[in-house]
């Protein structure tokens, strides 16, 4: 799958979207992909200064790579692997940024890479089972001189164990280390077989000098990293560290600069994006900042996930309100119905006082689409608690959900919950949950038959004149029109049916 590659040196100004689309470097299919090609013709912002052969240094005496024996082709080249959620996505744009700026090529094959690195994730426990399975597809990879690196939560939250399971493995790190990345990267360059950085206690974010932007219509930006919440079920605290905010002038900064490049939609990432504390003497409130980064000339739409049901205030609403580039869509886990459940999750919140904040939200003349979380099968969830969670579905509506079974991860305190629920069980609640979303899903969008709305084109089918694109709410359109270029523009799209999942519509002109 090839992907577009864009470059935000900062303080330089790079090619922008449109020229880049003029150029016909952007591919539809690039949505949904991880790692792929990059296809690029931006120049680096800085010389090739790194030569792959220093990265094969001395080491164990075990596992030492075989000096210089990296074929040619695999020189300076990196193949990064992603799992989990978006700002993993994001990070690894940020990973790519600082290996690009060393020198390094990215590649879309480990085949090809002298450097093959996993960001990881394990929030659940099939995610870091295949993370362990990819790498044991790694195993012999070391003896042809290739450099593996793992990245990401499951890196925080197994350590130097990982050399102990993998030891063909050199480089260990997880995400509240990232800031050293550049370091790390530079030991391995210098000759050190195995470095690691596994520091939870820092207050800085990971900012880079260079981001590699991978989707061209959508540009994220993390604003808040780690979480102060201590929700029993999850390893984020554990893996990502304590919750710190990006100083305020240094994101607007950033959001001009990809104004610059040609980006009309940002996304503002946070793992409780909405608890955002601004570091700064300004200490500019989250619903604040939203309005700040619209009113940046060339931004059209903005966007920020996930939002924690706690922090969620009426003035976020009211910057909604007040500000229609700010887009009509939250995300707002609720995790499940059940006050009991929630309870034992540690969520913060009860069942009357999420749909409070629902209610708020609702209360908006805007249509804001509203998307959550649920997990099913939490220890000591009876069948009238899931109920709940069914009925708080009928409550809400929700327009798109998340869902999952319950999975215990390392370390955290509903390991030890009494009144585990039976796989089987967890199976059977989950695709009761997902037929019911399913119906609902179903009914939202058929309502919106006959309406128009603006969509950000971003992908064009193989079939002549189908192109699909993003609502302000999210929803994905697919649509034909007779435009012989559409691709990064905005335009009228008119629902003439809808699914589940998405809208189906034509372009009006
Ligand atoms: S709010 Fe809870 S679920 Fe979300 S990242 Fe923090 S601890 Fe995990």
Request: aromatic residues 8%; glycine residues 8%.
């Given at each position: 799958?090839?992907k577009?590659?864009?470059?935000?040196?900062?303080?330089k100004q790079?090619?922008?979207?449109?020229?880049?689309?003029?150029r016909?470097?952007?591919?539809?299919?690039?949505?949904?992909g991880?790692?792929?090609?990059?296809n690029c013709?931006?120049s680096?912002?800085?010389p090739?200064?790194?030569?792959?052969?220093k990265?094969t240094?001395p080491?164990?005496?075990?596992?030492?790579p075989p000096?210089?024996?990296?074929?040619?082709?695999e020189?300076?080249?990196?193949?990064l692997?992603?799992?989990g959620?978006?700002?993993?996505?994001?990070?690894?744009?940020?990973?790519?940024g600082?290996?690009?700026a060393?020198g390094?090529?990215?590649?879309?094959r480990?085949?090809?890479?002298?450097?093959i690195?996993y960001?990881?994730c394990?929030?659940?426990e099939?995610?870091?089972?295949?993370v362990f399975?990819?790498?044991?597809?790694?195993r012999?990879?070391?003896s042809?001189?290739k450099i593996i690196?793992?990245l990401?939560?499951l890196a925080q939250?197994e350590?130097?164990d990982?050399?102990?399971?993998a030891?063909?493995?050199?480089?260990?790190?997880?995400?509240?280390?990232?800031?050293?990345?550049?370091?790390?990267i530079?030991e391995?360059e210098s000759?050190n077989h195995?470095?690691?950085?596994?520091?939870?206690?820092t207050?800085?974010t990971?900012?880079?000098e260079?981001?590699?932007?991978d989707n061209?219509?959508?540009a994220?930006?993390?604003?808040?990293e780690?979480?102060?919440?201590?929700c029993?079920?999850?390893?984020?605290?554990y893996?990502?560290g304590?919750?710190?905010?990006?100083?305020?002038d240094?994101?607007?900064?950033?959001v001009?600069?990809?104004?610059?490049?040609?980006?009309?939609?940002?996304?503002l990432?946070g793992?409780?994006?909405?608890?955002?504390?601004?570091?700064t003497?300004?200490?500019m409130?989250?619903?604040e900042?939203l309005?700040?980064?619209?009113e940046?000339?060339?931004i059209?739409r903005?966007r920020?996930?996930?939002?924690?049901?706690s922090d969620?205030t009426?003035?976020i609403?009211e910057?909604m309100e007040?500000?229609p580039k700010v887009?009509?869509?939250?995300?707002?886990p609720?995790?499940?119905g059940?006050t009991?459940?929630?309870r034992?999750?540690?969520?913060?919140?009860?069942?009357?006082?999420?749909?409070?904040?629902?209610?708020?939200?609702?209360s908006?003349?805007?249509?804001?689409a509203?998307?959550?979380d649920?997990?099913?099968?939490?220890?000591g969830?009876s069948e009238?608690?899931?109920?709940?969670?069914?009925?708080?579905?009928?409550?809400?509506r929700?327009?798109?959900?998340?869902s999952?079974?319950?999975?215990?991860?390392?370390n955290?305190?509903?390991?030890?919950l009494?009144?585990?629920i039976?796989?089987?069980e967890?199976s059977?609640?989950l695709?009761v949950?997902?037929?019911?979303?399913r119906?609902?899903?179903?009914?939202r969008?058929?309502?919106l038959?006959?309406e128009t709305?603006e969509?950000?084109?971003?992908?064009k089918?193989?079939r002549?004149?189908?192109?699909?694109?993003?609502?302000?709410?999210?929803?994905l359109?697919?649509?034909?029109s007779?435009?012989?270029?559409?691709?990064?523009?905005?335009?009228?799209?008119?629902?003439?049916?809808?699914?589940?999942?998405?809208?189906?519509?034509?372009?009006?002109?």
């Amino acid at each position: 799958m090839r992907k577009f590659l864009n470059l935000l040196p900062i303080g330089k100004q790079g090619l922008g979207l449109q020229e880049f689309v003029k150029r016909g470097s952007v591919t539809a299919d690039f949505l949904g992909g991880k790692a792929g090609v990059v296809n690029c013709g931006v120049s680096m912002s800085k010389p090739f200064d790194f030569e792959i052969g220093k990265l094969t240094g001395p080491g164990s005496a075990s596992f030492r790579p075989p000096l210089g024996l990296a074929p040619a082709p695999e020189r300076r080249t990196f193949f990064l692997e992603t799992f989990g959620c978006q700002m993993n996505d994001h990070d690894s744009e940020k990973v790519a940024g600082v290996l690009l700026a060393r020198g390094y090529r990215q590649v879309d094959r480990p085949e090809a890479a002298g450097l093959i690195l996993y960001n990881t994730c394990s929030i659940r426990e099939k995610a870091a089972q295949k993370v362990f399975s990819r790498l044991g597809e790694y195993r012999t990879k070391q003896s042809e001189g290739k450099i593996i690196g793992v990245l990401g939560c499951l890196a925080q939250q197994e350590g130097e164990d990982i050399f102990e399971r993998a030891p063909w493995v050199s480089l260990v790190c997880g995400s509240a280390s990232y800031r050293r990345l550049p370091q790390l990267i530079a030991e391995l360059e210098s000759g050190n077989h195995r470095v690691t950085g596994l520091d939870l206690d820092t207050d800085e974010t990971f900012e880079t000098e260079i981001t590699r932007r991978d989707n061209p219509f959508r540009a994220y930006l993390t604003i808040i990293e780690g979480c102060d919440k201590a929700c029993s079920y999850c390893v984020v605290p554990y893996t990502r560290g304590p919750e710190r905010s990006r100083a305020s002038d240094s994101i607007l900064r950033e959001v001009r600069q990809l104004a610059d490049l040609g980006y009309s939609e940002v996304q503002l990432l946070g793992q409780t994006v909405n608890s955002y504390a601004d570091p700064t003497p300004r200490r500019m409130r989250f619903a604040e900042l939203l309005l700040a980064v619209a009113e940046v000339p060339g931004i059209r739409r903005v966007r920020f996930t996930t939002s924690h049901p706690s922090d969620f205030t009426p003035d976020i609403v009211e910057a909604m309100e007040a500000q229609p580039k700010v887009c009509e869509h939250v995300h707002l886990p609720v995790q499940s119905g059940s006050t009991k459940v929630l309870r034992a999750m540690q969520r913060t919140y009860t069942r009357s006082e999420y749909l409070e904040k629902i209610g708020m939200i609702r209360s908006a003349t805007r249509a804001i689409a509203i998307t959550t979380d649920i997990i099913v099968g939490f220890p000591g969830e009876s069948e009238a608690d899931f109920e709940e969670t069914l009925r708080l579905l009928d409550e809400v509506r929700y327009d798109s959900l998340f869902s999952f079974k319950y999975s215990p991860r390392p370390n955290t305190p509903s390991l030890k919950l009494p009144d585990v629920i039976p796989e089987e069980e967890k199976s059977r609640r989950l695709a009761v949950l997902q037929d019911k979303q399913r119906e609902i899903q179903s009914a939202r969008n058929g309502q919106l038959t006959g309406e128009t709305f603006e969509v950000l084109v971003s992908g064009k089918s193989r079939r002549e004149n189908q192109w699909s694109g993003y609502t302000s709410s999210n929803r994905l359109a697919n649509f034909t029109s007779q435009a012989k270029e559409l691709l990064g523009t905005y335009v009228q799209v008119r629902v003439t049916g809808a699914t589940p999942n998405s809208l189906v519509g034509e372009h009006v002109v």
